[in-house]
């Protein structure tokens, strides 16, 4: 039997997890709070705490028998918090077929607006992408120590149901911030969790994929035709300069790029449901009584 285990067992995880429950596998996993660990239990997954130390030995118990794994737990300023604690449990697993290492689009940090590729150099521009990228490498080199395959996920910003420009506007955090040239590049929930079903299905060691839809486009633009979609005046637009964002949310004004998906179509067969922001948010538009 397969069984999925994830070092956060979070948004896309889920996504992940509920899919191949259907197919008779067992899924199970870490999150950072009890009162997480106990919803993921209601939903049915098997749960553990596990927030960057080994104070719980109820995560060694879940890994046993695991085929496939999943890590989406970002990195610590002293290193990947996973390896750190549970290489040796991992290494010993002879169970274990596949891991996916979720990581971001933010390793490519500024391209000046040029299209990247998964054969693009990384250029980090802040120590959250450079540990990111330091991650990468050290799940790619265990991989080889063990033989067994990693693959490495660059998500686009991801949406979905209960995280899309809908739920910002609806809760007045929506914003159109104005930076000349800039384009972010997106990702569906339900599309990284067909990505990953499609590699599941054909590894290839040391594998890099990255996943975003077809259409980069300036977050402004999204949240103007999420608005039109729903009959409300968007918010102003606001230079960057005089939108007093936060040192974190800066850092994603930092860098330009648009994100190539050639690979996972060529090479995983992908077929995106939401191709484009627009089939994305025609999907989670809430129906006008709500």
Do not use: C
């Amino acid at each position: 039997m397969s069984r999925l285990f994830a070092f956060g067992l979070g948004y896309s995880a889920q996504e992940l997890g509920r899919r191949l429950s259907t197919q008779r596998w067992t899924i199970a996993g870490t999150a950072r709070g009890e009162e997480k660990v106990g919803q993921l239990t209601a939903g049915g997954f098997e749960a553990a705490q596990f927030s960057g130390d080994r104070s719980n030995g109820g995560v060694t118990q879940l890994l046993e028998n695991t085929t496939h794994l999943v890590h989406s737990i970002p990195p610590g300023s002293n290193g990947d918090h996973v390896l750190t604690h549970y290489r040796d449990e991992l290494a010993g697993l002879g169970t274990l077929r596949w891991v996916g290492y979720l990581s971001t689009v933010g390793v490519y940090g500024d391209q000046q607006g040029q299209w990247v590729s998964e054969d693009t150099v990384p250029k980090p521009n802040s120590a959250r992408t450079e540990a990111r990228l330091i991650a990468e490498k050290a799940w790619l080199d265990f991989g080889k120590q063990i033989g067994v395959p990693v693959h490495i996920f660059r998500l686009a910003g991801i949406y979905g149901p209960g995280r899309s420009v809908f739920d910002k506007i609806a809760d007045g955090t929506a914003r159109r911030i104005n930076k000349d040239g800039q384009v972010f590049s997106r990702i569906h929930l339900e599309d990284i969790a067909t990505v990953l079903e499609a590699s599941i299905a054909q590894p290839r060691a040391g594998a890099i994929y990255n996943v975003a839809d077809d259409e980069p486009a300036a977050p402004g633009d999204v949240v103007a035709y999420a608005a039109e979609m729903i009959g409300v005046e968007p918010p102003p637009e606001i230079d960057f300069e005089d939108a007093n964002l936060s040192p974190m949310a800066r850092t994603f004004y930092q860098g330009s790029r648009k994100i190539g998906n050639a690979l996972i179509k060529s090479e995983l067969g992908v077929v995106l449901r939401y191709p484009t922001f627009r089939e994305g948010l025609a999907s989670l538009k809430p129906a006008a009584n709500s």
